[in-house]
């Protein structure tokens, strides 16, 4: 009996081992033909572990901590951690957006409440569940189509997506035209035309010519539920530029189209936090049919409104409350109307479908309300222009004691010059903003530079010294690129904005970025007519992959250094939201440079150009092309 047992027990043992050794070989197939083996990829095993609990959706209990890699340049990283190449997403991702992926929701199991839009606001992955691998372009991709044509057609291929054309076909968003997806400047309001809508605004507005631009006074615009942002594109024209804003929601990649297209745009949503715009941003915002409800939560999102508009800014509302007679839209319109009565908005036109209010000039009005009236004013230690994660508050955000000091500093700088300049800077504070007409306003030091402590000779110097630096960067550009090449552009780290403002001949846009941790000079950017954003580069940024020409990193490595940052993830990010055929110009000091030259050849770069920073400094200028690589699949294949 106890031969037998031994016997029996030896051949289950083995039965065992056979069924785990069976397993695992299932386990080394599967797993490792899709990420191509570890050996294979030259990746270290942390990499590795990445890939499979975010790119293969796994869970993973382990610490994230464990994850988290700190770049310090300089150092002798060793040759087996920088990888050989990256490995390709699956095509499935080739649209990913890390901080608005929904699936990433449902897996983490987050409590989102959808009734005031969480699901569609900003949330990252840690960094566990990170994606370590190169965005794929969808099969058939082609290099985008040249603005200014690209305003109204589009390669299908680009991005895949046609169900837009077919559910607002009565509305001229968009046509399918063969290889190409054609923007004949419609929109749900506007059928006939964005071009004719926006010339009846003026209309309403009295502005001469039907001119929205107003003699320069209007030049940023906010776009809120922008559609193909066909409102926006045809600003352009007019010297206005728009902020297009829509959430990743039902109508899917009208802020990808709106890129695609060359026009300014981002990826955002009226919810629980604030817009990452600084206060006074904005002379006219605009709504038509954005399907928002602006009584919610007692007027939150209209009140956010009233953050961005300048003094004697513009809200512009194309809406059926604003028309229709059925008892519900009465009850809106009644109740909306009240509502921006207590705001101390007054009724600047309303004709047909279109009703446009204005913002006050002064605080007068705040002051006159009687006691308790709501939406209250803000606390006074609160601070408009911090935005970052901040929540949105239903409350009115008055003009600080700063407002005089900008006259003052304007009335200042107005006596050193001739009577008629004086006239031109009281003329302008009448209208609410304190700034030089576009485009004079570009160059003139603008009223808030005096909250960073600087005077005007040295936004006079930063502007000179960008402009001299952007001519070097384009003669170092010249033999890879034509007038049309470039287009939708990113300042990484934008300071005073005078990268941007030193391109205003060539035909392209700048989406300024400011660091969250720095000073918010995205109100000295908005102040010059330009537009911006706020953002932390240890996390994604809010766009689609495929999205920008251009991208200027002034010092952004060793920025997140001092973080402790991954430079390799930020590396990846670059590449995601970078066009096959874009650039990256990449001013840093020298470490950064060899650090960034040891991952060509895993991204898919390659170097363009080297210059030193001419007597600035011990800055670096390195430009680097991505490389057109089509499918995933061909990807693997080649490798």
Not at 395 to 401: A, L
Not at 553 to 568: H, L, M, N, Q, R
Not at 590 to 609: C, M
């Amino acid at each position: 009996m106890r031969g037998r047992s031994d016997g029996s027990q030896k051949k289950r043992l083995i039965a065992s081992l056979c069924a785990v050794a069976i397993f695992l070989g299932f386990l080394y197939v599967y797993y490792g033909s899709s990420s191509s083996g570890a050996a294979d990829l030259g990746y270290g095993s942390k990499s590795l572990r990445k890939l499979g609990s975010s790119y293969l959706g796994g869970d993973d209990d382990t610490d994230g901590k464990q994850y988290e890699s700190s770049t310090k340049f300089g150092q002798d990283e060793g040759e087996d951690i920088i990888p050989k190449t990256f490995p390709v997403c699956d095509d499935r991702h080739s649209e990913l957006i890390p901080c608005l992926d929904r699936h990433l929701i449902y897996q983490m199991r987050l409590k989102l409440d959808l009734s005031v839009m969480e699901h569609y606001e900003r949330h990252c992955p840690p960094p566990e569940r990170r994606y370590n691998c190169l965005i794929p372009p969808p099969p058939g991709y082609k290099v985008p189509i040249k603005w200014p044509q690209s305003r109204d057609e589009v390669w299908k291929a680009n991005i895949p997506h046609t169900h837009l054309a077919h559910e607002k076909s009565d509305q001229n968003w968009m046509v399918v035209q063969g290889e190409k997806i054609v923007f004949p400047g419609g929109g749900t309001h506007f059928h006939y035309g964005a071009d004719k809508y926006i010339a009846s605004i003026a209309n309403m507005l009295n502005f001469s010519h039907n001119n929205l631009n107003n003699e320069g006074r209007i030049r940023t615009v906010l776009d809120v539920g922008c559609g193909v942002a066909s409102f926006g594109a045809y600003l352009l024209s007019s010297d206005i530029i728009a902020m297009s804003l829509a959430p990743n929601d039902v109508h899917q990649n009208q802020i990808q189209f709106a890129l695609e297209r060359g026009i300014p745009a981002y990826l955002g949503v009226l919810g629980t936090k604030r817009l990452p715009y600084p206060s006074r941003s904005f002379e006219l915002a605009h709504c038509s049919r954005c399907r928002i409800d602006w009584l919610q939560r007692d007027g939150i999102l209209l009140l956010e409104l009233d953050r961005l508009l300048r003094p004697g800014g513009y809200f512009a509302y194309s809406s059926p409350e604003a028309y229709a007679q059925d008892e519900e839209d009465l009850r809106i319109w009644r109740e909306m109307s009240a509502l921006v009565g207590r705001m101390c908005w007054r009724i600047a036109a309303k004709r047909n479908q279109t009703v446009i209010w204005q913002k006050p000039l002064t605080n007068d009005c705040y002051m006159e309300r009687e006691p308790g009236t709501h939406p209250p004013l803000c606390r006074s230690d609160d601070d408009p222009d911090a935005v970052w994660g901040v929540p949105m508050e239903a409350c009115i955000t008055p003009y600080s004691d700063r407002e005089y000091i900008y006259f003052s500093f304007i009335l200042f700088e107005a006596l050193l010059v001739i009577e008629s300049v004086i006239v031109a800077y009281y003329d302008q504070k009448a209208k609410g903003s304190g700034l030089a007409p576009w485009p004079a306003r570009l160059t003139s030091p603008p009223p808030r530079l005096a909250d960073f402590g600087y005077l005007s000779e040295m936004f006079e110097k930063d502007t000179e010294t960008w402009r001299h630096r952007v001519e070097s960067y384009w003669n170092l550009l010249s033999p890879k690129i034509e007038d049309d090449t470039l287009r939708n552009l990113m300042d990484m780290k934008a300071n005073l904005g005078s990268f941007a403002a030193a391109l205003k001949s060539k035909n392209v846009w700048v989406m300024n970025v400011v660091p969250e941790d720095g000073p918010n000079t995205l109100t000295v950017i908005y102040d010059r007519g330009l537009i911006g954003t706020t953002h932390n580069w240890c996390e994604a940024f809010s766009t689609y992959p495929r999205t920008y020409d251009l991208l200027h990193a002034w010092t952004v490595f060793s920025d997140i250094e001092k973080k402790g940052c991954s430079a390799e993830d930020l590396l990846l990010e670059m590449d995601r939201i970078l066009r096959p055929s874009g650039f990256v110009i990449i001013r840093d000091k020298q470490p950064v440079i060899d650090f960034v030259k040891k991952y060509l050849s895993a991204l898919h770069w390659e170097a363009v150009a080297t210059a030193d920073s001419d007597n600035e400094g011990d800055d670096i200028v390195f430009i680097i092309q991505k490389k057109l690589w089509l499918t995933s699949e061909s990807l693997r294949n080649s490798e």
